[in-house]
């Protein structure tokens, strides 16, 4: 090349970095073989319980959407990317992902910063990122290929405060001092002026933190009628043990319905209150049909958490059956699409914020070491 004219030489130059750069993402799907999603999540580091759950969602789905027939005769898989849900991780692993031809869609990640710090990867190249966990109200406002399917912090925190006004008027709040949680307690807060109860000490907290004696004593001392934590399973479950080690006798809101949550908060966790997604108590056939379903394969009890990944995996499923299986067809038949099966919602559809139509928050009460339906 150093015989050609300097500017047939730029020219060719980047001819070929388009071409490169075209590889991944721009080239056409398969049209046979294996239909793949991309899932960014927590598999290690402090978050990875929920990738667990995830899986066992994820795995349950799987095998009940081959069995049908996959997607239109094409069997489905996924493409697993550890992010340790750390905005840091996720940007490259969606590049990974935009760059995958055979990926039609990404599921992920676990947390709402973890999922917005890669959305515009995403949203650029035109590849759904389908965060399913993420309740930050401002994870869809980045474009038209962000949905989720998750209750936003808006319908969940004015429920909660909800359930909070039916048994305190006095509470102290504990939130995680990440954006999630500040805009959690934020709305928290302002619906508890709104029903005139008193917030009588709050504190955020890290979300690594595992002492939480100290911003606890405070909040003991404040003399609320509740405590409430604005958190996730872990550091919920920490929380209450100490809660009850320096004294605090009253009702707790918080946690999360996840078998780590249960197992590490104990007896401590009995009387617990949280808005939740599911219950095993639920009578609908279908959810008893995935209780089952689940038991025989884990020999565990599902949560919320196994909900969510089963429920993503079969949203995104029928959407690439009703819209193709492409990048652009998971698009459409998102958009097309009226009624999505679902555990969580028995059916539901998509508003034009790309978020559940018509969301529904279920109170759930730690009853004999379990969560239930509060009566």
């Not at 290690?44 to 795995?59: H, I, M």
């Not at 692993?93 to 039609?104: G, M, P, S």
């Not at 930050?136 to 474009?143: Q, Y």
């Not at 009624?339 to 034009?352: K, L, M, V």
Request: with cysteine; hydrophobic share 40%; net charge negative.
């Amino acid at each position: 090349m150093r015989f050609l004219p300097r500017a047939l030489v730029a020219a060719a130059a980047a001819l070929a970095l388009t071409a490169c750069g075209n590889a991944g993402g721009g080239a056409a799907a398969p049209t046979s073989g294996t239909v793949y999603f991309g899932v960014s999540g927590p598999v290690t580091g402090p978050n990875a319980e929920y990738g667990r759950l995830w899986k066992q969602g994820f795995d349950l789905a799987l095998t009940k959407i081959n069995a049908a027939g996959g997607i239109n005769g094409r069997q489905v898989g996924l493409k697993w990317e550890d992010s340790q849900s750390d905005p840091k991780q996720t940007v490259p692993i969606a590049q990974k992902f935009v760059d995958d031809r055979e990926i039609i869609a990404e599921l992920g990640d676990f947390s709402s910063p973890a999922s917005m710090a890669a959305s515009a990867v995403y949203q650029d190249a035109g590849l759904v990122q389908f965060g399913f966990t993420n309740s930050h109200p401002d994870f869809t406002k980045g474009g038209d290929h962000l949905w989720s399917p998750s209750l936003t912090q808006d319908t969940l925190q004015n429920a909660n405060v909800g359930f909070v006004a039916q048994s305190a008027k006095k509470v102290a709040v504990l939130y995680q001092q990440t954006d999630w949680g500040k805009t959690a307690f934020d709305i928290f807060a302002a619906g508890a002026k709104r029903l005139g109860i008193e917030i009588s000490y709050s504190s955020a907290f890290l979300p690594d933190s595992t002492d939480f004696r100290p911003i606890l004593i405070n909040a003991r001392d404040s003399k609320p009628d509740a405590v409430v934590h604005l958190g996730y399973g872990p550091d919920g479950a920490l929380m209450v043990k100490q809660l009850r080690d320096v004294g605090f006798t009253g009702q707790f809101f918080g946690g999360q319905n996840t078998p780590e949550f249960l197992s590490l908060a104990g007896p401590a966790a009995e009387g617990d209150i949280i808005t939740g997604a599911f219950t095993t108590d639920d009578p609908r056939p279908e959810v008893q049909e995935f209780v089952q379903a689940f038991q025989a394969a884990y020999r565990e009890t599902p949560g919320d958490f196994n909900v969510y990944a089963y429920d993503a995996l079969t949203t995104v499923v029928a959407a690439a059956r009703a819209g193709g299986a492409t990048r652009e067809g998971v698009q459409q038949g998102l958009l097309s699409t009226k009624a999505f099966p679902s555990i969580q919602f028995g059916t539901f559809s998509f508003n034009d914020q790309r978020r559940p139509a018509d969301p529904k928050v279920r109170e759930l009460v730690v009853t004999g070491g379990k969560f239930v339906l509060k009566s």
